[in-house]
């Protein structure tokens, strides 16, 4: 079966966050929805096994390899003609799809999108958060020449700020990498200098301030 969209989400002993950011994703039948277990504990993975949604597949890896690993796992099993990578405590806005669905025509390789931080203590968001991929982004937007250009290209590679056609990320081995700073990117570097075409777009995504407990809660809705 092949899909319009895939959302790639690794997952480890998270399961009511993961439960909330598959309940922001729409029942399509053509979003599928791949979650790697990277090797969540017994009861953790024993309540994994009752979620059910349309278009989930689980997969499970016998040792802990990393969020980076477990994105190459899902980014294998992809169907969809448009890839979406998030974590498993991140969440969508009801109009997130909706948004995706007035761009996914375009003769685009991918589409990046702005974050903004949402505090799940009070529910309070900030839309201009102090965030390098932001400032470059917008600062192209305003001004599209070479070197501000040159800088949204070196600085923009985390894999959950962009929608990417799924035979543009796959036409050279691309792959999700782990960091030692413990960031997952995703390899455009070459992808963006290759690429036939991109568009930024004033779409907010959402990620949350870190907390005592729980660390973030991303979505995307209209700027």
């Known amino acids: 079966m092949s899909y319009l969209y895939s959302v790639v989400i690794p997952h ?22 791949i979650v790697v277990d990277d090797f969540s504990g017994v009861n953790e993975r024993s309540q994994l096994s009752t979620i059910s949604h349309l278009g989930l597949e689980i997969f499970y890896l016998d040792h802990n390899c990393g969020a980076g ?4 796992v899902g980014l294998r099993n992809i169907k969809g003609e448009w890839s979406i990578f998030i974590d ?12 995706f669905d007035k761009y996914h025509s ?52 985390n894999c959950w700020n962009k929608l990417v056609r799924t035979s543009f990320i796959k036409s050279d081995g691309k792959n999700i990498i782990k960091l030692n700073i413990n960031a997952d990117k995703i390899e455009l570097t070459s992808s963006n200098q290759i690429g036939n075409s ?13 907390l005592e407990i729980s660390c973030s809660g991303k979505y995307l809705q209209d700027a």
């Open 106 to 157: 375009l003769p685009i390789d991918y589409l990046h999108f702005c974050i903004g931080f949402y505090n799940s203590n009070d529910c309070s968001v900030d839309n201009n958060p102090n965030h390098i991929g932001n400032d470059v982004v917008k600062q192209f937007l305003r001004n599209p020449n070479k070197d501000n250009f040159r800088l949204y290209m070196l600085r923009n590679m």
């Open 198 to 210: 991109f568009e930024q777009i004033p779409v907010i995504k959402y990620e949350g301030t870190p």
């Open 69 to 72: 690993f477990a994105r190459n």
């Open 88 to 99: 498993s405590d991140d969440f969508f806005a009801e109009n997130a799809f909706e948004i």
């Open 12 to 33: 480890r002993n998270s399961v009511e966050l993961l439960k909330r950011a598959l309940s922001s994703i729409p029942n399509r039948d053509d979003i599928q929805i």
